[in-house]
């Protein structure tokens, strides 16, 4: 899908960029910890050469989520906590390309290019940039508003799914996790039952649209569900195991750590975990692990031509030349 936004003029836009990387460099979050430096990939046919350097770019971002490839190659993700999405050109400059994000995290530019996002300050999901096309699609469900609305993907007829994580840790509620399509006459539907996945996370489509895949934090496996012609869904299946199993996270619970999902050009999907960015191919084989020293939250394609893959956990941003670019009809 081929996508185009109009972007600051390039004389603002560069001295914007100059204030914002000069104000991230000056800043202390932003020094170079021992536990940053450079990984190196091994062969993963069509993914990885042995030795590809996982390059680290920079630490310190006050959350790192919802990456996407932005229209002109650049890499766009979000600073939850900073309420800011930040941009990441080909040479590793650091800018801001939207502030007062309303908590965005995961993102999407429709053919309009119009940047959909999930919002968590206000758990909604709508059009946030640019300035004055802002949108409200959903902000609840049969009168229930959305515990944490996390991540989405938006299909090639305008459809959109999204995940609700549930509540956050330290907030004392009942979960009402799922996951969710907005159609694109806008009428929204629960596709997945309220509780039938432990802690939905990351969501990607494959190539053909015919498939949803779901990341489930909690979970072992990463589950895939058929995809019906109204944009509802079939039974789910466990797709393809997480190779390094469950592990206690921060608050004690058991989590394999899955969250953010991408594709390539030919199908295989990249997921985070907490060994790293595992990959399978589209029957849910394992094909190997790319090492990041910072525990990943998410992955997209973007760069030239979408061959580069790019990292983004606690605080951290990496990237990784690839074989195979991501996908072309998708901003993952």
Known sequence: MKHSVAFLPAT???VINGIAVAAISGSALFSLSASAADATAPTIPGVTAAGTKVEFIREGFE?????????????????????????????????????????SNGLAFNDKGELITVQVNNNQVGIIYPKGKEKVFVKDYEGQPFQRTNVLVLAKNGGIYFTDSGPSADVKAAPR????????????????????????????LSRDEKTLYVANTNGEYVLSYPIKSDGTLGEGKNFAKIPGGLQKNEQGVSSSGQDGLAIDAEGRLYVTSNAGVDVFDEQGKFLGGIPVPHKPQ???????????????????AYKVA??????????K
């Not at 002109?72 to 502030?99: H, M, P, Q, V, Y």
């Not at 394609?301 to 990292?311: C, S």
């Open 177 to 204: 996790t799922g996951v969710y399509y907005i159609s694109p006459e806008g009428k929204t539907k629960r596709v997945v039952d309220i509780n039938k996945i432990a802690r939905p996370n990351g969501i990607q």
């Open 298 to 316: 998410n992955v997209a394609f973007a760069g030239k031509d979408k061959k580069t893959l790019y990292i983004v956990g606690r605080g951290a």
């Open 322 to 331: 690839v074989l195979t670019p991501g996908f072309a009809g998708r901003v």
């Open 12 to 14: 603002l836009a560069k």
């Open 63 to 103: 959350g790192t989520e919802g990456p996407i490839a932005a229209p002109d190659g650049s890499f766009l993700f979000t600073e939850t906590r900073a309420n800011r999405i930040t941009k990441i050109a080909t040479d590793n400059s650091i800018s801001t390309f939207l502030e007062n994000s309303n908590g």
